[in-house]
């Protein structure tokens, strides 16, 4: 088993602190994606964990026992980064069995391990090859292969396949859910590819500006997020976010963008699970896939021009104005005709969210 705690911990670059009150357990055998911008604190923490930063204050805990007064080779931790580091003038087989004849382990044995690491990342045929003759997924394979050889206590991956092209980066995505599953190690991945993490965690941990802000399952934070900026962050295209009003109309909620003319209706329980907030200034949220676009006018329907339409394959993005307002929408492929075409829109008030304007938390308010 590999517990591996964050407590309390701090960390300064001089007067700049990019890691604040940190605290985070990862279970054995989990996979834990870091997501977040460049500079959140994401790279810091994963160094932190390995050793390669030091720590102002908190606690590091890996299976209960503090470790952040450890060196990082103490740590029976394996790290692999997004360059790939391998020894140019050595085979695939001899940058595996690296770190084992560091450690003097007998030839048999070495011999042994690198080709069961080799199986299982299926580069057996590669190992009399060098770096200079294999591709750039296939020499990830071989850091990821030298990193597991040793049998860590966890495996660390700092953008690990940021460096390769769209396919490659699709395929290993692919092979490094699958090693896991495999393996049963604990990860920590960290990332700004929000389908990496969504493809990869078990839990995503969502960072900005030092601060944790969400950890939960790729459908958790997708589909419940707890600010404004997780809100924003996860999800391609973002969500539709604008400043809003809720008020009751001849008995009937109504949910108004600031400065339209016209409000979307909502269900009247909206009122009574906002609790008072009614009137007050609202952020509402809502994801492309929530609004709902037809041709004809409805009930509940409220006129658009589309604006933007984005062809990607099996479906469109469309962007609809309403009077000086924009909404992103999610149709079928070909369902809006082109720009400026007339169409009709509500919002599903099943996948709305509701946020304090002020504070940018959510209020919780589902329907």
Sequence with gaps: MTQIEL???????????????????????????????????????????????????????????????????????????????????????????????????????????????????????????????????????????????????????????????????????????????????????????QIEAMSLADRIVIMHEGVLQQVGSPEEVYQHPQNLFVAQFVGSPVMNVANASVSESAGKASVTAEGATQGFPFPNELLAKLNGSAGKPLSLGIRPEGVIVAHEAADGFVPAVAHIIEPLGSYDIVDLKFGEHMLRARTRSGFVAGPGAQVFARLDPTQTHFFDAASGQSLGVRL
């Design 7 to 193: 407590s309390g911990v701090q960390k300064w670059f001089g007067a700049v602190q990019v890691i604040k009150d940190l605290n985070l357990k990862i279970e054995d055998n989990e996979f834990i994606v870091l997501l977040g911008q460049s500079g959140c604190g994401k790279t810091t923490t994963l160094r932190a964990v390995a050793g390669l930063e030091t720590i102002d204050e908190g606690d590091i805990l890996i299976d209960g026992k503090a470790v952040q007064h450890l060196k990082a080779a103490d740590r029976d931790i394996a790290m692999v980064f997004q360059s790939f580091s391998l020894y140019p003038h050595m085979t695939v087989y001899e940058n595996i069995a690296f770190p084992l004849r560091a450690t003097r382990m007998n030839r048999a044995d070495t011999d042994k391990s690198v080709r069961e690491v080799a199986k299982v990342l299926r580069i057996t045929d590669l190992l009399d090859r060098r770096p200079s003759a294999l591709s750039g997924g296939d020499m990830q394979r071989v850091a990821i292969g030298r990193a597991l050889v040793r049998r860590p206590k966890a495996m660390l991956m700092d953008e690990p396949i940021g460096a390769l092209d769209a396919k490659l980066r699709e395929e290993m995505r692919a092979e490094i859910k699958r090693l896991h599953v495999k393996q049963g190690s604990t990860t920590i991945y960290v990332t700004h590819d």
